[in-house]
């Protein structure tokens, strides 16, 4: 039986890239590019996601759990934070798993991320995680991309990245916002988009309701004493000292959505 080829296609950079790799090493006949819709991307991520598509070649095929992250957070009734992403393990994770046992023999299919030259330990954890699947990561062999050549090599095919690269965001997940992003991202998305921002504070704040705890996505250490800081006290503390942002400046978290965890 021929090799089956499944890229998770993000509807970002790398995994654009990275798919793009693969389809010139072994044809698009037999490749899929698998895509997670969490349903809140940015708008513009899904014309994106096509354009990206239609570039490579392959299938591009959509799925997804049906929830949005906050109604994983109240099922689970777990707000996600820099420690724990119940949002990823059951928007993006299990909803690729389900798929590929369904459709796919490990046998014969090769599964490819678009972790990149910089995280081989994502990769790592991800093989221990999932044994008898053959993972590969085309971003960690040569020539090494950085995120800025990623996105000149898609501008100069004709296709523009998704907006949140240009206004400033390390990725284009869920719509800016992240529930691993530090405090200057949340001022960075308050910033450039304060409408999101405003969302978001506003669902955390209904999670808190519901859960009836003080609970939140970041944590505030000032005095060495840990406790939760919300997105509204965030918000607030900028507003009132908008120089204290520079204190924290480069504490921007991360986002892994398909580092798996336990959880």
Same mark, same amino acid.
């Given at each position: 039986?021929?090799?089956?080829?499944v890229?998770?296609?993000?509807?970002?950079?790398?995994s654009?890239?990275?798919?793009?790799?693969?389809?010139?090493?072994?044809?698009?006949?037999?490749?899929?590019?698998?895509?997670?819709?969490?349903?809140?991307?940015?708008?513009?991520?899904?014309?994106?996601?096509?354009e990206a598509?239609?570039?490579?070649?392959g299938?591009?095929?959509?799925?997804?759990?049906g929830?949005?992250?906050?109604?994983?957070?109240?099922?689970?009734?777990?707000?996600?934070?820099?420690?724990?992403?119940?949002?990823?393990?059951?928007?993006?994770?299990?909803?690729?798993?389900?798929?590929l046992?369904?459709?796919?023999?490990?046998?014969?299919?090769?599964?490819?991320?678009?972790f990149?030259?910089?995280?081989?330990?994502?990769?790592?954890?991800?093989?221990?995680?999932?044994?008898?699947?053959?993972?590969e990561a085309?971003?960690?062999?040569?020539?090494?991309?950085?995120?800025?050549?990623?996105?000149?090599? =898609? !501008? &100069?095919?004709?296709?523009?990245?998704?907006?949140?690269?240009?206004? *400033?965001?390390?990725? @284009?997940?869920?719509? /800016? $916002?992240?529930?691993?992003?530090?405090?200057?991202?949340?001022?960075h998305?308050?910033r450039?988009?304060?409408?999101?921002?405003?969302?978001?504070e506003?669902?955390?704040?209904?999670?808190?309701?519901?859960?009836?705890?003080?609970?939140?996505?970041?944590?505030d250490?000032?005095?060495?004493?840990?406790?939760?800081?919300? =997105? !509204? &006290?965030?918000?607030?503390?900028?507003?009132?000292?908008?120089?204290? *942002?520079?204190?924290? @400046?480069?504490?921007? /978290? $991360?986002?892994?959505c398909f580092?798996?965890?336990?959880?």
């Amino acid at each position: 039986m021929r090799t089956k080829h499944v890229v998770m296609f993000s509807s970002g950079a790398a995994s654009a890239i990275a798919a793009k790799r693969v389809a010139d090493s072994v044809g698009t006949d037999r490749l899929i590019l698998l895509f997670c819709d969490v349903l809140g991307e940015d708008e513009d991520n899904y014309r994106f996601l096509h354009e990206a598509a239609a570039w490579v070649g392959g299938e591009l095929i959509t799925i997804a759990d049906g929830r949005t992250i906050w109604q994983v957070f109240r099922d689970r009734r777990r707000l996600g934070s820099d420690r724990v992403a119940p949002c990823s393990v059951s928007l993006k994770q299990r909803v690729a798993e389900r798929w590929l046992q369904e459709h796919c023999d490990r046998a014969t299919t090769i599964r490819y991320v678009g972790f990149d030259w910089n995280e081989p330990h994502r990769l790592a954890a991800l093989r221990r995680a999932l044994p008898g699947w053959r993972l590969e990561a085309p971003l960690q062999a040569p020539p090494y991309l950085t995120k800025a050549d990623m996105l000149a090599q =898609l !501008r &100069a095919v004709g296709i523009e990245p998704p907006r949140l690269y240009g206004l *400033g965001f390390p990725h @284009a997940n869920c719509g /800016g $916002g992240c529930v691993r992003a530090g405090r200057a991202h949340w001022r960075h998305l308050l910033r450039v988009l304060p409408d999101r921002y405003a969302d978001w504070e506003a669902n955390e704040q209904a999670i808190r309701d519901y859960l009836a705890k003080d609970v939140a996505m970041l944590r505030d250490r000032t005095g060495g004493v840990v406790r939760p800081l919300t =997105l !509204r &006290a965030l918000r607030e503390q900028i507003e009132a000292q908008p120089q204290q *942002g520079e204190l924290w @400046a480069e504490d921007w /978290g $991360g986002c892994g959505c398909f580092a798996l965890e336990d959880t």
